[in-house]
């Protein structure tokens, strides 16, 4: 008799086991369905400049005089491993510090400006955009005309959301520099005639 409740307790459990089983199989089997696997995002940025109101573009720009106007270009792509049913939207936040920025649009939609968050403190602005991920992502450009309002090194943060890892926020470096580094060879050269004008006024005394 022992033997006999001792079998059906061990068949109980075999088969407890077994449905736990085939519970969790169907559980993965219908994540996969319904696209419950983790799909990872990476994002791309890209700085672009220029000096000549938008005529050319380069990745480098040396330095900027405070009291001139140029442009930059931020270019933004957010891949995705995976096709995913819902559009994934990723937020991007771009911030420039010590800049004056005159105007801000997107590339397909020049002469719509859009407006930043001034931040008096850091002396920053900020612009959020919506970037569609995508598995094959379009690029998303958009254009700032911006003029320096003080001399030194300024960084332009690009931070995504937390869709995307910390490792892909990206950052570009420009270097204002005076308005009037000229102005020392132009005094120089008014000194140099006073000079000569002395000398000469001399001689012929």
């Known amino acids: 008799m022992k033997k006999r409740v001792l079998a059906g307790i061990m068949a109980a459990a075999l088969s407890l086991a077994m449905l736990t089983g085939c519970d969790n199989q169907i ?10 696997s983790e799909v990872k995002y990476e994002a791309s940025t890209r700085f672009m400049y220029s000096p ?13 005089p405070v009291n001139e106007t140029y442009y930059l ?11 995913t049913k819902d559009e994934k939207v990723v937020v991007a936040t771009i911030t420039i510090p010590s800049t004056n920025v005159l105007d801000c649009y997107l590339d397909d939609h020049p002469g719509v400006s859009i407006t930043g968050r001034e931040d008096s403190v850091n002396n920053s602005v900020s612009y959020d955009f919506d970037i569609v991920a995508g ?18 090194r300024t960084t332009v943060e690009v931070v995504y959301d937390d869709t995307v890892g910390a490792q892909w926020d990206a950052t570009g470096t420009i270097k204002y520099v005076s308005a009037d580094v000229d102005a020392p060879v132009v005094e120089d050269s008014d000194a140099e005639t006073d000079a000569e004008a002395d000398a000469t006024e001399g001689g012929e005394n």
């Open 135 to 152: 598995v094959s992502p379009a690029k998303f450009r958009v254009v700032f005309e911006c003029k320096p309002l003080e001399e030194g």
């Open 27 to 36: 559980k993965r089997t219908v994540g996969n369905v319904f696209g419950n």
């Open 52 to 64: 000549d109101g938008g005529s050319s573009w380069s990745e480098i720009i040396q330095e900027v």
């Open 73 to 83: 270009a931020v270019e933004m792509q957010v891949a995705q491993s995976e096709e």
